[in-house]
C-alpha cells in the first residue's frame, strides 16, 4: 500500500469539477490513493460516483478508498473503506469485508492510534494534523508532536490530514508520517493535477533526503 499523496475529494471547493474528475486530474498527477468523501450525496448518487472513481484508479493503479460508507465502498468493489471515532466500529467493518480490504481510521490521540492497531487497522490518520477550513467539525489541530508520539506508539501507516499543503509538507514527512492526506491543496486549486504533480516531487524528495540521513 502507498499512501505518499492521498487526495480527499470535495465538490465544495473544487470550482465546479466532479469527484470522479478530481479523482481523474489527481491520479494523472501522481496520487496514488483517492478518497471520495460526500456526507450530501444520496446513496445512490455515492455508489454512482464511486463506481466513476474505481474505474479511474484501477486504470491508474491507484488505490480507491470510502469515507464512512462501508456499504458503498463495497458495492463499488473499492479498495478500503476510511472510519472515523464516530463511525462503525472497525470490529465490525472487518466482519463484513472480505479478505484484504483496507480499513483505515482516523485518530486523535496516541491511545486511539494503539487501540486502532489492536483492532486491526491497516493505517491510520492523524487529524487534524493541524487546522484546517475543509472539514468543519475537525476541531484543534494535534501538531506535529502528537504526530511524533502516535509514530514512536505504533507500527501502521502512518498519514497526516488536515491543513497540509506545500508549506509543511516536509515537517510532516520528517515527523514520521508515511503519507499526506489533502483536500484543499489539491483540490482547491486552479490546476488539480499541476499541484499533486508538485505535492508528490515534494514528498518524494522529502523521502528520499531522509534516507539519505539528511535533516534540513
Known sequence: MNFDLYVVTDEEISRGLSHAEIARRAVDGGADAIQLRDKRMSGRALFEAACEIRSITRAAGALFIVNDRLDVALAAAADGVHLGQDDLPLRCARAIAPPHFIVGVSVGSVDEAIRAEEEGADYVALSPTFPTGS??????GRGLSTLRA?????????????????????DVIDAGADGIAVISAVVGQDDVERAARDLKALIASTKARRRRGCMR
Open 150 to 170: 502516535i509514530r514512536s506508539a505504533v507500527s501502521l501507516p502512518l498519514i497526516a490530514i488536515g491543513g497540509i499543503g506545500p508549506r509543511n509538507a516536509e
Open 135 to 140: 472539514k468543519a467539525d475537525a476541531g484543534p
